[in-house]
């Protein structure tokens, strides 16, 4: 589906990428069916979860200081490839890897709450906005707070008063694919729009944020993999690690970055996608 998706998204980009404004809306709700099936019993916070968000917290800052004297927009690309939270849909190839679907969920809870606080921090930081630093931080916050913990205090409460309603959505869950297959074909069209209409001018840096998300991608998920082996959890800390959020970081990259560097996390779902079947090849053949 992933394929057929951005297919579109290139095919019809004229026309989707004027539908960029539904983006916020499906990611909350992409971020409410996840978690009001949360069985929150089995949720457990480790030693490993610590780890992995400090990976991704100072990376992502690491990154983004060390490459942005060579080009600013290359370093938020790549910054935005390591700071972007877990996938929603990362729980279900964690599944099918056989992992710790329980331990993947926390992390991906963690890692969505955190870079709800961090993000407008960050780019409020980087100034591309032309705000005041407080003024873009409440800017930033409002949108970027209510689309990521909203969705999080709804389901709680939709679980505690309401759980008849909690009940319907939960059967509901699987909306969340084909909402994230119209988001990520939105998204794609938005992108290739943007560089059409950049022509010739950015093809270097596009083409190294193209291949710097590659290297990220790999070592994201090696990383997370080698951590997660310490704490017997191996393929969660990869995919927890790996598996990012793209259709939320290409979003946050048009909204509040140079939109040149949605590149990176628009090559990054490429990567990721090969990796994760990569890997699933792997368990069915059962090579690891």
Not at 140 to 166: E, Y
Not at 200 to 219: K, N, P, R, Y
Request: hydrophobic share 50%.
């Amino acid at each position: 589906m992933m394929p057929i998706a951005m297919t579109l998204g290139i095919v019809l980009h004229s026309y989707v990428g004027a539908l960029s404004f539904i983006i916020p809306y499906l990611i909350f709700v992409m971020l409410l069916l996840t978690y009001v099936k949360l069985s929150w019993s089995e949720i457990r916070f480790t030693r490993m979860h610590l780890w992995l968000i400090l990976i991704q917290i100072v990376g992502s800052i690491s990154a983004y200081f060390v490459l942005n004297p060579f080009n600013s927009t290359l370093a938020q690309g790549v910054m935005i490839c390591i700071l972007a939270p877990t996938a929603t849909s990362a729980p279900v190839i964690t599944g099918m890897l056989k992992g710790n679907v329980a331990s993947l969920t926390a992390y991906s809870l963690i890692s969505n709450l955190t870079i709800a606080i961090l993000a407008p921090l960050f780019f409020s930081y980087i100034g591309y906005n032309e705000l005041p630093f407080l003024s873009s931080v409440f800017q930033i916050s409002k949108k970027v707070v209510f689309l990521l913990v909203m969705p999080f205090i709804i389901a709680l409460l939709l679980n505690k008063f309401a759980p008849k309603t909690s009940g319907f959505l939960q059967t509901k869950s699987g909306l969340s694919f084909y909402l994230w297959s119209i988001a990520l074909t939105v998204v794609t069209g938005r992108t290739v729009q943007f560089i059409i209409e950049q022509g010739q001018s950015h093809i270097v840096v596009e083409i190294l944020i193209g291949l710097f998300a590659f290297v990220v991608c790999g070592a994201q998920f090696w990383f997370g993999r080698k951590i997660g082996r310490k704490y017997n959890d191996t393929v969660a800390g990869g995919q927890g690690l790996g598996q990012k959020n793209t259709v939320l970081s290409i979003w946050m990259a048009q909204m509040y970055l140079d939109p040149i560097s949605s590149i990176g996390p628009g090559a990054y779902v490429l990567w990721q996608n090969m990796v994760n079947s990569w890997q699933v090849w792997r368990k069915r053949k059962n090579l690891g």
